[in-house]
């Protein structure tokens, strides 16, 4: 089964081996393949339908007719190009020249083609004489002419980068500008309310805009006359401090709840209690009313906000999720209906229906301590000073730092509450002095007296 192998010597085999590099390389090979003509067809093929099938259902110009003709043969025969008579081309709706006033859609005129030299031609034909006229004077003439304007633009835009882009890199460069604040008259202290015994740590306003009600730390709530500042009624009924109070709209009713874990309803044509709401394990630290139910929402330092029925006393829901003291509460007549803030820094919206969490805002750093809706002026109020905003563009216009009451110490500057009136024309604050100021806005100031000293600098970020 074995053969010898023929053997040879060194000089034949080399030059065996020079030969079969001779007959392998001995083609030009600087001179380009010649081209077949089946793999072109397949490549160009395949490439229109790869790069260009988006495009390719387009109508074809006479133009493009006439470039057409140059390629092979089987680019025509390729699937990509649907001519214009095949349905899947054929397009339902609005004309893509839109016909006049007047002019009825017709079998004709719902299902058409992409625009054309006969389309355009023909939609002038049904429009009447005084339309046509406008139509063809608004219109290019033919198809082709708008295909070259869209080259000359095109042109344009590339020559215009190509030569640095100057416009285009002006208009991007266009400095931002910052709105300038509108004016707003200065508030000045107009009264100095005196009569509580202890912190002042909650206030509302009657929505007749009579009266306004505030709650202490000396466990008392007084009513006071708007007009004239003076008390009109003092409430006793709480044992500890009182931390929020609330005046219905809908009812005569007055609810207060406090650190004694109570939650009252007081019956102001009587002033007295008529309801206790209990259930909370620790301090109610807010409340507030829905605006169009009858529903009273509390909020309390057992992590917990609760929603009751006024009329009979029942607990609806316990809104549990919040992990530490739940500070605020609101409530709109819109979703989410019940917003609730708390010491764990997140703010959660809540389904009235069906007592669970709709969202957790989280942005917030530390504790959350009130919630306001929509007001007309931004407010920030810390160790006894005002500060008043153009909410539009974030321009503090104004700061007040009220004097504290003669015989307190300057440790006791603070702003626990504030509230604006209904007519908005004035501003009660609650304060750590035991005393309760109105502030107005000064009718005698102008915009000469008192102007904007506004120095945008949005360009100028600070780092902290």
């Given at each position: 089964l074995l053969q010898d192998v023929q053997k040879h010597s060194v000089h034949t085999l080399v030059f065996r081996s020079l030969k079969r590099t001779h007959d392998m390389f001995v083609a030009d090979h600087a001179k380009a393949v010649?081209?077949?003509d089946e793999s072109h067809k397949l490549k160009l093929a395949v490439k229109l339908k790869a790069d260009y099938s988006p495009?390719?259902?387009?109508?074809?110009?006479?133009e493009g007719k006439d470039r057409m003709s140059q390629y092979p043969d089987g680019l025509h025969d390729n699937e990509?190009?649907?001519?214009?008579d095949d349905p899947e081309y054929l397009i339902t709706g609005t004309h893509a020249y839109p016909s006049g006033p007047g002019v009825a859609l017709?079998?004709?005129?719902?299902?058409?083609?992409?625009?054309?030299?006969?389309?355009?031609?023909?939609?002038?034909?049904a429009l009447p004489p005084s339309q046509a006229r406008q139509e063809s004077s608004r219109t290019a003439a033919t198809v082709a002419e708008i295909r070259r304007g869209a080259e000359r633009a095109h042109a344009q835009s590339t020559l215009l980068l190509e030569g640095g882009g100057t416009r285009n890199s002006n208009l991007?460069?266009?400095?931002?500008?910052m709105p300038k604040p509108q004016w707003h008259p200065p508030w000045k202290l107009f009264r100095?309310?005196?009569g509580h015994l202890g912190w002042v740590r909650s206030i509302a306003v009657e929505p007749g805009n009579q009266w306004f009600v505030t709650g202490s730390a000396d466990r008392t709530i007084k009513i006071w006359d708007l007009a004239s500042g003076k008390l009109k009624l003092s409430l006793t009924g709480h044992i500890s401090t009182v931390r929020g109070v609330a005046v219905s709209s809908r009812s005569p009713y007055l609810f207060s709840c406090g650190e004694d874990k109570q939650v009252k309803c007081w019956d102001l044509e009587y002033n007295k209690v008529i309801r206790h709401y209990h259930g909370h394990l620790s301090a109610v630290y807010d409340l507030d009313l829905h605006p169009t139910i009858d529903v009273l929402m509390t909020c309390s330092r057992d992590a917990t906000a609760r929603v009751w029925d006024i009329r009979t006393k029942a607990n609806v829901h316990t809104l549990t999720g919040h992990t530490n003291t739940v500070a605020t509460v609101r409530c709109q007549a819109a979703e989410p209906q019940v917003i609730t803030g708390s010491h764990d820094s997140t703010i959660r919206l809540w389904d009235l229906i069906a007592g669970k969490t709709r969202a957790t805002l989280t942005n917030h750093k530390k504790s959350v301590r009130t919630l306001v809706m929509h007001p007309r002026h931004e407010l920030l109020a810390d160790n006894g000073t005002i500060h008043m905003w153009d909410w539009r563009t974030g321009y503090n216009f104004q700061r007040i730092h009220a004097a504290v009451q003669p015989g307190?110490?300057?440790?006791?500057?603070?702003?626990?509450?504030?509230?604006?009136?209904?007519?908005?024309s004035r501003l009660i604050t609650a304060e750590a002095d035991k005393t309760i100021k109105v502030y107005k806005e000064d009718e005698t100031a102008t915009e000469e007296s008192h102007p904007v000293n506004w120095k945008p600098e949005i360009l100028k970020r600070k780092r902290y």
């Open positions: 010649a081209l077949d495009v390719l259902h387009m109508p074809v110009l006479k990509a190009y649907m001519q214009p017709t079998a004709d005129t719902k299902v058409h083609r992409n625009p054309s030299e006969s389309g355009i031609h023909s939609l002038a034909l991007l460069r266009r400095t931002p500008v100095v309310i005196s307190s110490l300057d440790s006791e500057s603070g702003i626990f509450a504030c509230v604006f009136d209904h007519s908005e």
